[in-house]
């Protein structure tokens, strides 16, 4: 009898384990295709961009000026929806007078393609590109913006590229730790398919950063957020704490959510990157 009920659970727990192996793909990535809204619905001035990825994808994107704009955001969204139900922080960013570019990754809204990790960071260094090449902006005018598994390609990409600052909001370390914090009975590191390794791509970063998060985050927790800042940030940094749940706590912050981010851009503005030592030749 004991061994069969062993027998049972073992078959059950392997099956749990194929079914996270095999469903993480539709966990990750939740896109919708339809885009029900446009920047115009809240006033607005938009352009609508297409921007060509090295593998010939067509992604799908916004350019969102400011005026007298001295950054421009490039803006990598969460996992879900697409760019169009970004608006909120789309109507923030230019109330603070940022241009911003928000994209959708490939397999979300109008984008061409099938989402995939190495696929987001391919997107995101597009959309980087486009501002430098087609909008003729410096990378000390860019900053970038990325919530949820955005702010892990946000990161990817800072720890590669010249950019003046880099925001993370509502931010996991890592898919295997966060596949740990919900599923800490399985072999987390086997059936990782994803890596995504936000932790490792912040410690490369030497611009200024922002991290946020809400002790209220009821998807990622917030000690997600301060380890990221604690343990793997460089110097300047800042940690803005809100409240509120995952997707909507920059909202129901309000105020102190734009006062933060506005006293940081001001401290960005002043920030001038030491140049590298020179090395004195002995002769």
């Known amino acids: 009898m004991l061994l069969s009920i062993i027998r049972i659970l073992l078959a059950v727990y392997l099956g749990l384990g194929l079914i996270l192996y095999f469903m993480q793909s ?3 990535f939740q896109p919708t295709k339809e885009l029900p809204y446009n920047p115009g619905d809240i ?21 969102v000026p400011a005026k007298k704009a001295e950054f421009t955001v490039l803006f990598c969204h969460g996992n879900g929806g697409n760019m169009s139900h970004r608006l909120d922080s789309l ?53 970038f913006f990325g919530r949820s598994v ?8 800072a720890g590669n590229v010249k950019v003046k600052g880099l925001i993370i909001e509502s931010c996991f370390t890592s898919y295997a730790d966060i596949g740990r914090k919900f599923y800490p009975y399985m072999p987390v590191k086997l059936l990782a398919r994803y890596d995504f390794n936000t932790f490792e791509y912040v410690k490369k970063v030497k611009c200024p950063i922002l991290v946020i998060h809400s002790r209220s985050d009821e998807i990622i927790p917030f000690e997600f957020g301060l380890r990221l800042y604690e343990q793997a940030a460089n110097e300047p940094k800042e ?45």
């Not at 006033?43 to 350019?63: C, M, R």
Request: charged share 20%; aromatic share 14%.
């Open 43 to 63: 006033g607005l001035e938009y352009e609508k961009v297409q921007l060509k990825t090295p593998d010939n994808l067509i992604l799908s994107a916004w350019y």
């Open 150 to 157: 955005g702010g892990s390609v946000a990161a990817h990409l």
């Open 91 to 143: 109507n923030i960013f230019n109330e603070l007078g940022l241009n911003c570019l928000i994209f959708d990754y490939r397999g979300y809204g109008a984008s061409g393609g099938k989402s995939t990790e190495e696929g987001l960071y391919v997107d995101a260094q597009t959309a980087y590109d486009w501002l430098i090449n087609e909008k003729k902006i410096s990378p000390e005018n860019i900053i």
């Open 239 to 283: 940690f803005l704490e809100i409240f509120g749940n995952h997707n909507e706590g920059f909202l129901y912050t309000g105020q102190a959510y734009r006062d933060g981010l506005s006293k940081w851009l001001e401290s960005v503005k002043n920030y001038q990157q030491q140049p590298a030592a020179k090395i004195k030749l002995i002769s």
């Open 26 to 28: 539709s966990m990750v």
